[in-house]
């Protein structure tokens, strides 16, 4: 399978606390976006890397790419209750198509 | 200016029944990709048309079957359904050519549930 991998699976942080999850793939890669999901509904795009950028920022939004290790980090900094959901990491090569990780449930307590 | 939408929300089906599902993209958009996406798992990518053709195809079977119309809307048709066919299933939209930047658009999703 090409999926990726996310870790942790889930992650439980208090506000105000930063939150970082990790994600590794497995083909080459022309870009790397972050996606998020309230509560199993649609997908929200959060930002996109590509794959001869290192870091990119967007506002409490960090995300790293190390093409060398083929993984990538999603950092958010003064995390909010708000920001309870899932976050998926999705890589598209060549074709169109994106190829989605496992996921990590972030939970936010107030 | 509407997102993309899909319909129907929610819906039941017994094993062996065949399902429709629709989608509308989002303005000025012409491709559209669909995903299923299982309880607790990151969505799978099933096909994705552009001008009115399937242009990829992830790991589906033939029960998954497509088609996009003139106006860019698209429906996925599952045939036979199985009890593993239950899922969310989700539609997005983007932008082939032009002002491309890589963002896909997603519905809220259609919940299917195959008893």
């Known amino acids: 399978s090409q999926q990726g991998e996310e870790d942790p699976q889930a992650l439980s942080i208090q506000e105000g606390e930063n939150a970082t999850m990790n994600c590794s793939y497995k083909?080459?890669?022309?870009?790397l976006q972050w996606y998020r999901q309230n509560s199993g509904r649609g997908l929200v795009h959060l930002i996109l890397?590509?794959?001869?950028?290192r870091e990119k920022h967007s506002g409490r939004l960090r995300v790293t790419l190390d093409t060398s290790k083929k993984s990538s980090s999603l950092l958010i900094t003064a995390s909010r209750a708000a920001d309870t959901a899932s976050y998926f990491c999705?890589?598209?090569?060549?074709?169109?198509?994106?190829?989605f990780g496992t996921g990590t449930l972030l939970a936010v307590q107030p | 200016d509407a997102g993309v939408t899909q319909s129907p929300t929610h819906l039941i089906k017994t094993r062996g029944q065949q399902v429709t599902l629709r989608c509308s993209p989002k303005?000025?958009?012409?491709?559209v990709s669909w995903y299923q996406q299982a309880l607790g798992q990151g969505p799978q990518f099933i096909f994705q048309?552009?001008?009115?053709?399937?242009?990829q195809r992830g790991n589906f079977p033939d029960r998954f079957s497509g088609h996009q119309f003139p106006n860019y809307s698209s429906e996925l048709n599952v045939n036979a359904l199985l009890l593993g066919d239950s899922a969310l299933y989700l539609c997005?939209?983007?932008?082939?050519?032009?002002?491309?930047?890589?963002?896909?658009?997603f519905g809220e999703g259609s919940r299917l549930t195959v008893l």
């Open positions: 997005a939209s983007r932008q082939l050519a032009g002002d491309y930047t890589g963002e896909l658009f």
């Open positions: 083909t080459s890669i022309n870009n």
């Open positions: 890397i590509r794959s001869n950028e």
């Open positions: 999705a890589y598209g090569g060549a074709t169109n198509k994106l190829i």
């Open positions: 303005s000025g958009h012409d491709t």
């Open positions: 048309y552009y001008e009115e053709e399937e242009r």
